[in-house]
């Protein structure tokens, strides 16, 4: 009967997904269905863990976070856990043999959400490596099945990649992280006074990300390909979006691409997929 735990728990973390985020589960669908639980049960854990930091207010977070970390390292031990987004996650750790330094450095990436307003260069770097580059290089994991020769290869473009979209969260989100959570992670910017000329130099840094990861993307095996440039469409449509902005309304607003769009996104990414344009 452990595979029937193993099914629910795996089924936790898919509907975790699907009801945090949408996009990113249009576009798991996307992927071969060998694929799909696996990822499911990454972003399942990570959604969980981000949850703590910028959701429970009311609630202890730092003891929270701690408890959530213990018990995750608890079920890589010991191979199961009665938490079930915890359990189909180390189950994916185990299978693909996930490096335990990137969820270190995650899990650590969360505890800075905890104290951590303003960030230096230094640090906006570590932490965007350890809360969003990581999450991809584990998907990579995932994407290579074993292949550590590719894995290698695509490992710079899949960080560019995870960096792309933090980068596109934050400044999607500049209004509920200054206003709501007092943060600021684009170091050396005044959101009191956030010009064009700080949103341009954002912006040029988020399309080299941008750039960079294309070129992986095409490499990617077959299987994972299309999901994964489905993604990447959808977070450069957005970020093209906010380019057209105002700085002003940036900080006003959350700006987001309607469901149609996102429609229309797909259709046009099947249509390049199609003919070899990816």
Known sequence: MINLFHEVSQACSRITTERYSTSFSSAIRLLNPAMRTPIFNIYGFV???????????????????????????????????????????????????????????????????????????????????????????????????????????????????????????????????????????????????????DKAEIEADIQKDFDHALQGIQRLPLQARFGVYVAYKYYLSLFKKIKKVQPQRILDERIRIPDYGKVFILAKAGIRSQLNLL
């Open 47 to 197: 959604r969980f863990a981000d949850e703590i930091v910028d959701s429970f207010h009311g609630y202890d977070k730092a003891t929270l976070l701690t408890e959530f970390k213990a018990a995750t390292y608890e079920a890589l031990d010991r191979g199961i856990s009665l938490n079930p987004i915890l359990h189909s996650f180390q189950l994916t750790v185990r299978e693909f043999n996930i490096d335990r330094e990137l969820i270190d450095a995650f899990l650590f990436s969360m505890e800075m959400d905890l104290d951590k307003r303003k960030y230096d260069r230094a640090g906006y770097e570590q932490y965007i490596y350890g809360s969003a580059e990581v999450v991809g290089l584990m998907c990579l994991y995932v994407f290579c099945h074993g292949n550590v020769h590719q894995y290698a290869q695509l490992k710079p473009y899949a960080r560019s990649l995870g960096a792309a979209f933090q980068k596109v969260n934050f400044l999607r989100d500049l209004k509920a992280d200054y206003e709501g959570l007092e943060r600021v992670y684009f170091p050396g910017c005044d959101f009191r006074n956030f010009t064009e000329k």
